[in-house]
């Protein structure tokens, strides 16, 4: 019964993006008892389809959820909607938490809830974003080709960025945002001054310039949801990127086991640079550990 403390699941996979529907119909599929408890937040919400996944390119991320989710309850997992709060150790398992006061039992876990991208103050980007505000080239490049692109700097690394784009498309100007930037190729064009704004029109300066642009790009902290650990006193880490933190992720090994015994995670929180397709497959990965841990 989802929510008793008389039963104990094999696993408890928290979190049902990608990550964790591979791993619960990985787990499923060797007829272990999994639950999947999912908030129902997942990060690609906004966007209009999934890019990169082999056999389902360009699927609204919302189906191909549905798709998984079909798939893994065929083969026996269950599932509950609810937010996990908190995750301790009890016995030789644990105890998982959900807001509302849910409690349920678990032999192990299998942690697959992914980040939030915390975007810069500016006016604009949170209503774009996903859509004419992007962050990915790999995911959306193709979405923008030939199309005037705007990458708005919060650090150096928008340099790296702005090249990057110009695979895509010849017209694209680096606001530098009142960032020192590094010497950057002569297909960027760079534009001083400090951005106050992004609409539909383009990119709004302090000095009242705008510069119009179709798409605007910019780089997120991304935050790997993983509070609910602390009593387990399972740590993030730092991402950096040539001196840069851009984002929080899990420690673990090549197959997602953690330093807590009985804990693995899998996609975007431990591997915050994973697409879909990477994060699908990490958590199969994490669950064919989980199943030799149980056997052993």
């Not at 094999?10 to 499923?28: E, F, K, M, P, W």
């Not at 989710?69 to 959900?98: K, P, Q, S």
């Not at 606001?175 to 020192?180: D, G, L, P, R």
Request: glycine share 14%; hydrophobic share 45%; aromatic share 4%.
């Amino acid at each position: 019964m989802v929510g008793g403390m008389s039963e104990q699941y094999d696993v408890i996979v928290i979190g049902g993006g990608a990550a964790g529907l591979s791993g619960a119909l990985t787990l499923a599929r060797a007829r272990r008892r999994v639950l999947v408890v999912d908030g129902g937040q997942p990060r690609n919400a906004p966007a209009a389809g999934v890019h990169n996944y082999l056999g389902r390119e360009n699927t609204p991320p919302g189906e191909l959820l549905e798709i998984g989710r079909a798939e893994a309850r065929g083969y026996g997992a269950e599932f509950t909607d609810g937010v996990v709060t908190n995750a301790l150790r009890e016995g030789d398992g644990f105890r998982v938490e959900l807001a509302g006061g849910t409690s349920l039992a678990a032999r192990r876990l299998l942690v697959t809830t992914g980040l939030t991208d915390e975007l810069p103050d500016i006016p604009g980007l949170a209503e774009g974003w996903g859509r004419r505000v992007l962050h990915c080239p790999f995911c959306h490049g193709w979405e923008v080709r030939d199309r005037p692109v705007g990458v708005i700097a919060v650090g150096a690394l928008a340099a790296h960025q702005a090249l990057l784009w110009t695979q895509w498309t010849d017209d694209v100007v680096l606001f530098t945002n009142n960032h020192e930037m590094p010497d950057i190729s002569p297909k960027v064009r760079v534009v001083e001054g400090e951005v106050v704004g992004v609409d539909d029109v383009g990119v709004h300066l302090r000095d009242g310039t705008v510069v119009a642009r179709e798409a605007v790009v910019v780089q997120t902290r991304m935050a790997a949801r993983a509070g609910f650990l602390d009593g387990l006193g399972l740590e993030t880490a730092d991402l950096e990127m040539q001196g840069e933190v851009v984002a929080t992720y899990v420690p673990a090994d090549p197959m997602g086991k953690t330093a807590v015994e009985g804990v693995w995670v899998a996609g975007n929180v431990a591997d915050p640079m994973a697409q879909v397709i990477v994060a699908a497959g990490a958590g199969l990965k994490a669950a064919a550990a989980i199943i030799m841990d149980l056997l052993e």
